[in-house]
C-alpha cells in the first residue's frame, strides 16, 4: 500500500495488522481521487480511518488539515506510524474514538471532505450521511465506500450523489453538499 499523487507519491504505507480492517486497494483510492480531482481542501475528516490511506491521500494532495479518527487501537497506531513516517503529524489530529462519540464532541468542526468507510455489517450509512450533513461545508465532499450491493440514496438532506461506481466488492458513492434553499 502506498501513497498514489503528491508531495508523498510512492512512499509506502503500513497497514493495520488485523483481519477486522479492510484497506482500501491503491487503484481504487487513486479512482476516488480521479473522481475528486480539481477541488482543493482545507479541512478532511477519515472517519473509521484504518491506517490512514485516504486522509493521508489527501494531505500528500496538497489538503490543510486531517482528523484521522478510529476506535481501534491498532489502528490509530499504524495512522500515527505512518504520519509519522510522512512527518505530517503537525497537520493532523488523532483520535482514538468510536464515530458516535466523535460526532457527538465535534463542537463547531466543519469538513470540506469527508471519507466514510466503516466495517461492512455496520449497516450505519442512512443516519451517518444525515449526521454528516451538519458538519460538511457548502460545496464539500463525502466520499463513501460500502459493499458492491449496497445502493445508496440520492439524497440525504443537503448531501446530494455526484458519483458512483463499483470496483469488485466495493462501490464508491460520491455526495456533494448543496446550499440549502
Do not use: W
Not at 461492512?120 to 451538519?134: A, G, K, P, S
Not at 458492491?148 to 466495493?170: A, H
Amino acid at each position: 500500500m502506498r501513497i498514489i499523487g503528491g508531495f508523498h507519491k510512492g512512499r509506502l504505507l503500513k497497514r493495520v495488522n488485523k483481519k477486522t480492517t479492510r484497506e482500501t486497494a491503491d487503484m481504487v483510492r487513486e479512482s476516488v481521487f480521479n473522481m475528486i480531482s480539481g477541488k482543493s481542501f482545507k479541512c478532511v475528516l477519515d472517519l473509521f480511518a484504518g491506517s490512514g490511506s485516504y486522509g493521508l491521500e489527501a494531505l500528500s494532495r496538497g489538503a490543510k488539515y486531517l482528523y484521522a479518527v478510529d476506535k481501534d487501537k491498532d489502528a490509530i497506531k499504524t495512522v500515527f506510524d505512518n504520519a509519522r513516517m510522512l512527518d505530517v503529524t503537525e497537520h493532523m489530529t488523532i483520535l482514538q474514538r468510536d464515530y458516535q462519540q466523535f460526532l457527538k464532541g465535534i463542537g463547531n468542526l466543519y469538513f470540506d471532505l469527508v471519507f466514510i468507510d466503516p466495517p461492512y455489517d455496520l449497516d450505519i450509512y442512512d443516519e451517518l450521511l444525515v449526521e454528516l450533513n451538519l458538519i460538511v461545508e457548502e460545496g464539500g465532499l463525502v466520499v463513501c465506500e460500502t459493499k458492491k450491493q449496497r445502493v445508496l440514496n440520492e439524497k440525504y438532506e443537503g448531501l446530494v450523489k455526484i458519483k458512483e461506481k463499483t470496483y469488485g466488492i466495493k462501490r464508491i458513492t460520491i455526495y456533494e453538499k448543496i446550499a440549502e434553499i
